[in-house]
């Protein structure tokens, strides 16, 4: 039987999120937003020492690449894109080969920003392995994927590993829910996608500038429910499910699923 799997995922990108409310925000403002609050993530996760994918923006690392090969030495670093404010298809291999230059590892993953449509063929030709780009859910506004499939499976010789979601209704495993819905419908949901799928992974996936004060609407616009529970109170929540999962599971990376999934699938080819 196979062991309940836990991944966190977390967004590390410009904090451009005020610049959609008509705010303005300088680039070192965004950079610095994010760098405090990955500082405390990382904190939270030397804690219970566990490891994490932190899907980053090229520009991001290039603002900070020594924090960047630190933090490939515990966990696993993915590509968010060059910028997380524009894109352009060259962006899929520029950006993979800007973080491959500044830790010294290989890039498996991908995840496009704000979980954007994304030709699954072009990041096959930009060399990835597994594409986390798809939240297979409903949310007016913003994602119209209710009825695609929510647990990994192959698409043009690259894995396609979605965000969370349970059966049925589709509830979501990612930030807004977890910032906004207590916690015991967060592990309620978990427990129901552990009980129904083989993979027996659950995912999440977060931004460190949640994980700052950002709550001063005159200066970032942001709406109530994307600046609630920010700071401390998103730091204690997230240990307080930390601490939860590690009594149910483990803690892996995407790249750890990426390597299940490929081991699966030879299995599977000599049945």
């Keep these: 039987?196979?062991?309940?799997?836990?991944?966190?995922?977390?967004?590390?990108?410009?904090?451009?999120?005020?610049?959609?409310?008509?705010k303005k925000l300088s680039m070192d403002a965004q950079m610095q937003t994010s760098h405090q609050g990955l500082l405390r993530i990382l904190d939270l996760l030397?804690?219970?020492?566990?490891?994490?994918?932190?899907?980053?923006?090229?520009?991001?690392?290039?603002?900070?690449?020594?924090?960047?090969?630190?933090?490939?030495?515990?966990h696993e670093i993915a590509s968010h894109g060059f910028y997380h404010t524009t894109f352009e298809i060259a962006d899929l291999k520029k950006s993979k080969d800007a973080l491959e230059t500044i830790i010294g590892k290989k890039i498996l993953g991908y995840r496009m920003a704000r979980m954007a449509k994304i030709d699954e063929q072009e990041i096959a030709k930009a060399g990835y392995v597994?594409?986390?780009?798809?939240?297979?859910?409903?949310?007016?506004?913003?994602?119209?994927?209710?009825?695609?499939?929510?647990?990994?499976?192959?698409?043009?010789?690259?894995?396609?590993?979605?965000?969370?979601?349970?059966p049925l209704i589709r509830f979501p495993m990612f930030w807004l829910s977890f910032k906004n819905l207590p916690l015991s419908w967060i592990k309620m949901a978990a427990n129901w996608i552990l009980s129904k799928d083989k993979e027996k992974q659950v995912n999440f996936y977060f931004h460190p500038w949640e994980f700052t004060d950002v709550t001063d609407k005159s200066k970032y616009g942001l709406p109530f429910y994307m600046s609630r529970h920010s700071k401390q109170k998103m730091l204690d929540k997230?240990?307080?499910?930390?601490?939860?999962?590690?009594?149910?599971?483990?803690?892996?990376t995407f790249a750890d699923l990426y390597q299940t999934l490929e081991i699966d699938k030879i299995r599977d080819d000599i049945k």
């Design 130 to 166: 597994y594409n986390s780009s798809l939240n297979p859910i409903f949310l007016p506004g913003r994602y119209n994927h209710f009825f695609k499939q929510r647990t990994p499976f192959e698409k043009f010789g690259i894995w396609q590993i979605p965000a969370s979601a349970t």
């Design 46 to 74: 030397d804690k219970f020492e566990i490891s994490a994918t932190f899907f980053t923006t090229a520009n991001f690392a290039q603002y900070y690449p020594d924090l960047l090969r630190e933090m490939s030495k515990k």
């Design 1 to 22: 039987m196979k062991t309940n799997q836990f991944i966190l995922s977390f967004d590390v990108e410009e904090f451009d999120a005020p610049l959609d409310f008509g």
């Design 238 to 252: 997230l240990e307080a499910f930390i601490r939860w999962a590690g009594m149910k599971g483990k803690f892996i």
